[in-house]
């Protein structure tokens, strides 16, 4: 019996070009079906299943946005490791499928490899979610990403106050990196803001994908008394089910994780990446240049938030929906003084603010110094 192995795009283009040039033909004849077939071929490229209940499924379901415009093609590879054979994806969907525009999702996916790949073709856009580019360093030719998802988490914060009866709540975070903590601070603030007592236990992992680990410190931050728990890792999934097994309460990140744990899931801060790549593509289709930082939040529809499910109170729903309304219009601020840090040095001032386009940029010395008032 004859098994036949799954051949990836990687491998495809090693035998496919390899047998191009073996028979004195230019890799150029495979993009030029392609090419004839659709006005733009967008590749999207995961480092995990496209069904991860997180990180690259809120991806994912950005890319089945993009399907659904006309005059472009998506081509896709999921579980494709931050190493080398990112580079060979993307030479793929560049060489094979005619790719002109191309979203390596994955943070590790940034240096070297897309950049290596940007420098060798100078005609495609690379645009990578994230915030490492930089004007005066990266080719013009790429880009970053991202979305002010601390809002969301401020959002959690809130329902996770008002669920809270031991006024302890948990984090399960993989890396101690600025956004990160930016995450944690805002879920406690959030919690804060309904009452002032509550305290944060956070976890790290380590890695952003490690299911063993995520449902130790899950079980770890329910041991020690904390009733609702969120987190920032690749796969929130084994963190919402091991939670709501042991009858904690959860807020979700990412995607909308509800249906893994319906009765215990109070609501969740997602990615709206369908808004972000749509932009992008349409202004490619159109010949416009490509933003090469761009960011937004809840008000520029990068961010959303899950349905608030049948554990938030009505109280909650009230304070929860009025601070929606006000990220939406535009102005509010997650970090406001005055507040201090988990040593008590006071690091914003009374009367100072940081408006969302300054958190990254402003707020992160500060944040990572320890997380504001909490017991990590």
Same mark, same amino acid.
């Given at each position: ?48 299943? #496209?069904? $991860? ?66 420098? #060798? ?11 490492? =580019?930089? #004007? ?71 890695? =952003? ?17 904390? $009733? ?5 890792? $690749? ?35 997602? =990615? ?27 008000? $520029? ?76």
């Amino acid at each position: 019996m004859t098994k036949l192995l799954p051949m990836n795009r990687r491998t495809f283009l090693q035998t496919t070009i390899g047998a191009g040039a073996a028979l004195g033909l230019s890799p150029s004849i495979f993009t030029a079906a392609a090419a004839a077939q659709t006005a733009l071929t967008v590749g999207f490229i995961y480092v995990g299943p #496209k069904d $991860d209940y997180g990180y690259n499924q809120a991806h994912a379901e950005g890319a089945a946005v993009v399907k659904a415009m006309p005059g472009v093609t998506v081509v896709e590879e999921e579980n494709v490791p931050e190493t080398v054979d990112v580079q060979k994806t993307m030479e793929s969907m560049i060489n094979l499928d005619g790719a002109k525009l191309v979203f390596p999702t994955s943070f590790g996916y940034f240096d070297p490899h897309m950049l290596a790949m940007a420098a #060798k073709y100078p005609d495609i856009q690379f645009r990578h979610c994230g915030g490492l =580019w930089q #004007k005066d360093k990266n080719p013009m030719n790429t880009g970053s990403y991202f979305g002010y998802i601390g809002q969301g988490q401020f959002l959690n914060g809130i329902a996770a106050g008002y669920a809270s009866k031991s006024k302890k709540i948990g984090f399960v975070a993989a890396k101690p990196i600025p956004q990160v903590l930016i995450n944690i601070n805002s879920f406690l603030l959030g919690a804060r803001s309904v009452d002032p007592t509550i305290t944060c236990q956070v976890i790290f992992t380590g890695e =952003w994908s490690l299911a063993v680990k995520e449902a130790e410190a899950t079980n770890a931050l329910i041991d020690q008394g904390a $009733d609702v728990v969120t987190c920032h890792v $690749d796969s929130p999934k084994v963190v919402v089910e091991t939670a709501a097994r042991r009858g904690a309460f959860v807020c979700g990140y990412h995607a909308n994780q509800s249906p893994l744990a319906p009765e215990k899931y109070l609501t969740g801060a997602e =990615w709206a990446w369908g808004n972000v790549y749509t932009n992008f593509v349409a202004d490619a289709q159109a010949g416009k240049p490509l933003g090469n930082f761009v960011r937004g939040g809840i008000k $520029d529809g990068f961010v959303k938030m899950s349905p608030l499910g049948p554990g938030v109170s009505a109280e909650a729903r009230t304070k929860f929906e009025a601070t929606l309304a006000s990220m939406k219009a535009g102005g509010f601020s997650v970090f406001k003084g005055p507040l201090k840090d988990n040593k008590g040095n006071v690091v914003v001032t009374a009367g100072k603010a940081f408006a969302e386009d300054a958190i990254e940029l402003e707020s992160m010395n500060y944040l990572a110094e320890g997380v504001v008032g909490s017991t990590a």
